[in-house]
């Protein structure tokens, strides 16, 4: 498959664990994020977002904190499947218009 | 409902060459934003097109351009291809206007086109 980032960060678990992925966001005025995670060969695919007023939202399995004071996200999955390995980005929307400033990626990788 | 479509999916050109690739939105979608996708510098936004106007602009050179037609449809094209312009290109289409309302369930990326420059 095609490869998305050669040098990205790796996690590594086992099936069952739960996984926590870390990013460090750039803007401190941005005030909407969302995690996505990208599979060999497609774009990347909507998971969960969180708006700045909140500092924690949960979703199907997964979770998101976001902390403003030291301008960090995490994303936390539950029971990590197989299905679950790819590489997963945050992204945050710096102001008001349609584009979205990605950081540099984590790749998944669990272990059966 | 179909979803983001990229055409083609793989494209080797020679640099100098310039290159042309085209995006479908989701019917009913009228934003259509690109985003250059490399190993050494991630995802990184190009421009976004809505109602045919070019809205908001990343930083890259003006050899990056695009379109958009009257059914949203949108087209990137690179001039004078540099080996360094190698990258996954993917577009993103929504309903309208910025993440406040719609939030990120709105904004679905198409598979990407991949170009190599040799």
């Known amino acids: 498959g095609e490869s998305v980032g050669l040098h990205l960060p790796t996690l590594s678990v086992q099936e069952g664990d739960n996984s926590i992925i870390n990013c460090a966001y750039s803007n401190s005025a941005s005030d909407y994020f969302i995690w996505y995670k990208q599979e060999s060969g497609k774009g990347p695919q909507f998971i969960i977002d969180?708006?700045?007023?909140?500092d924690k939202r949960q979703g199907q399995r997964v979770t998101v904190l976001l902390n403003k004071t030291v301008k960090h996200l995490s994303l936390q999955i539950a029971a990590t499947q197989p299905g679950d390995s790819a590489v997963y980005f945050c992204a945050e929307n710096p102001w008001a218009g349609n584009m979205l400033t990605f950081g540099g990626g984590t790749r998944l990788m669990v272990k059966p | 409902k179909a979803g983001v479509t990229q055409t083609p999916r793989y494209l080797i050109k020679t640099r100098g060459q310039q290159v042309t690739l085209s995006c479908s939105p989701i019917s009913g979608h009228r934003s259509v934003s690109w985003y250059q996708q490399t190993p050494g510098q991630g995802l990184q936004f190009l421009f976004e097109y809505f109602s045919e106007t070019q809205r908001n602009k990343g930083n890259f050179p003006g050899r990056f351009s695009g379109r958009q037609f009257s059914n949203s449809r949108s087209e990137m094209n690179v001039s004078t291809l540099e080996l360094g312009d190698s990258a996954l290109y993917l577009c993103a289409s929504s309903l309208d206007f910025g993440f406040q309302g719609q939030g990120a369930n709105g904004y679905t990326f198409g598979s990407g086109t991949r170009l190599t420059v040799v």
């Open positions: 969180i708006r700045s007023n909140m």
